[in-house]
T-cell receptor, first 110, second 113 residues
């Protein structure tokens, strides 16, 4: 069964304290790994797509990386406005639908 | 502005009411989706439409009825809902089904009383 697992469930950081979020997947024949940011009561906002092991994407303080078994979202010197839930998703083995993880709720304290 | 617009943003309905959620995408995508997001749970895929044809129905109760009149519009018709159906309902679209990134609307917060 295709699974996407995110850890930790929640993460509290002080402003400027760098850290990483993890997304592990058991999807046969990975056809992409997607990262989203979701603010409370709003729809997920697309951040990155990664297609192959070793690939990296960056946007402001965020950098996403991909290995054969997992992806990391690195947050460098976060600010309070980075507080949100970060979701990762991968297409199912049949590529018929996206499987989402439960998300990591990030809180950055000033 | 994400290119995917959902209306209404908030909806309160009684268990005997009939209502509809609307989604419109301005991105020229071919696939559209309905997701349900309940508190403390992962996003649950409900329906998938690809080129206006329904391709997935993830065991959704018949009190939820989707409609896709064209590639840009998607509706979710609701009737005789239960309080446990209260959730954030999200519409999304993608260029290709599941193979490319999906873009989401802002969602409809539904409360069933």
């Amino acid at each position: 069964e295709d699974q996407v697992t995110q850890s930790p469930e929640a993460l509290r950081l002080q402003e400027g304290e760098s850290s990483s979020l993890n997304c592990s997947y058991t999807v046969s024949g990975l056809r992409g790994l997607f990262w989203y940011r979701q603010d409370p009561g709003k729809g997920p906002e697309f951040l990155f797509t990664l297609y192959s092991a070793g690939e990296e994407k960056e946007k402001e303080r965020l950098k996403a990386t991909l290995t054969k078994k997992e992806s990391f979202l690195h947050i460098t010197a976060p600010k309070p406005e980075d507080s949100a839930t970060y979701l990762c998703a991968a297409p199912s083995g049949s590529a018929r639908q996206l499987t989402f993880g439960s998300g990591t709720q990030l809180t950055v304290l000033p | 502005e994400t290119g995917v617009t959902q209306t209404p943003r908030h909806l309160v309905m009684g268990m005997t009411n009939k209502k509809s959620l609307k989604c419109e995408q301005h991105l020229g995508h071919n696939a559209m989706y309905w997701y349900k997001q309940s508190a403390k749970k992962p996003l649950e895929l409900m329906f998938v439409y690809n080129f206006k044809e329904q391709t997935e129905n993830n065991s959704v109760p018949s009190r939820f009825s989707p409609e896709c009149p064209n590639s840009s519009h998607l509706f979710l018709h609701l009737h005789t809902l239960q309080p446990e159906d209260s959730a954030l309902y999200l519409c999304a679209s993608s260029q290709e089904r599941a193979r490319t990134e999906a873009f989401f609307g802002q969602g409809t917060r539904l409360t069933v009383v």
